[in-house]
């Protein structure tokens, strides 16, 4: 997560927040544009997202929701004025694209797969979002009829590739209907989105799109975040084995897969 020094205050933060930037050096840790991202460097650091109004609601219940279960950071401020506002406390450490990880592939792969599978061991009955794949189902639906088909990567050797847009959209069809709401996804599972400290996992970050759904939509964008953050394939077994062989089903992650090229 980079840090670049902000030398203005936003003039719309919300006076609930403005007694958390009292002695706080600001620093703009933005990475996408949907989203301004600060950290504040004040006691133990805190982070400050800002959305297009109405769109952190959800992000901010689920992300108390991590934090009651104690896999992420505790939400301190919601607001929603002209725009929304979240603040949270920052998770200790560093997220999982840190050269000193980065470094230590095979390790990190180990760990983050690890992560992975604590995380959908987690008892999911009491999630404010009991259903995740029904809206991601229609979302799809809705980007086929519109034309949209964007294949993502993925290791050959997995055979989750697709020779065209309906070739996928039938599998997707055939499997979509045995997809299972039984684990809590984090919904964007990515290095970037773990936290690790000396090697120790601290917390998820980014959680905004979890909630109960299947296992598979996890360990896919895993394997695509392995792929794109230490630009090789070789990992993507490992992974698989690490995270453990018994509760993988590569015919689900096909089904993700072909789901992926229209989302």
Avoid at 24 to 36: K, T
Avoid at 46 to 51: G, I
Avoid at 191 to 210: A, C, E, R, S, Y
Wanted: with cysteine; net charge negative.
């Amino acid at each position: 997560m980079h840090r670049k020094p902000v030398d203005t205050i936003p003039g719309d933060i919300p006076q609930e927040i403005r007694p958390y930037l009292t002695g706080a050096a600001l620093f703009n840790s933005s990475c996408s544009r949907l989203a301004d991202v600060y950290y504040l460097d004040k006691d133990a650091g805190y982070y400050l997202k800002c959305t297009a109004k109405g769109t952190l609601e959800a992000e901010a219940q689920l992300t108390q929701y991590f934090h009651r279960k104690g896999l992420g950071p505790e939400v301190l401020q919601y607001v929603s004025a002209d725009r929304d506002w979240m603040l949270t406390a920052a998770v200790p450490g560093e997220d999982g694209t840190w050269e000193r990880y980065r470094a230590e592939p095979e390790h990190l792969c180990d760990l983050y797969a690890q992560s992975l599978r604590t995380l959908h061991e987690i008892d999911c009955t009491d999630c404010p979002v009991s259903d995740r794949i029904t809206s991601y189902l229609d979302f799809v639906q809705q980007r086929y009829e519109t034309g949209i088909y964007s294949p993502m990567h993925t290791p050959d050797n997995l055979s989750l590739a697709f020779s065209s847009a309906e070739e996928a959209y039938q599998v997707l069809q055939e499997g979509k209907g045995i997809l299972q709401r039984n684990v809590l996804l984090h919904g964007d599972y990515c290095l970037p989105n773990i936290m690790l400290q000396d090697w120790q996992f601290t917390g998820f970050i980014d959680v905004g799109n979890g909630g109960v759904g299947d296992r598979h939509f996890d360990l896919f964008s895993g394997i695509w975040s392995l792929w794109f953050n230490l630009k090789t394939d070789c990992y993507a077994d490992r992974f698989l084995d690490a995270y453990g062989r018994d509760a993988v089903d590569l015919s689900l992650l096909k089904v993700i897969a072909a789901a992926e090229c229209f989302a």
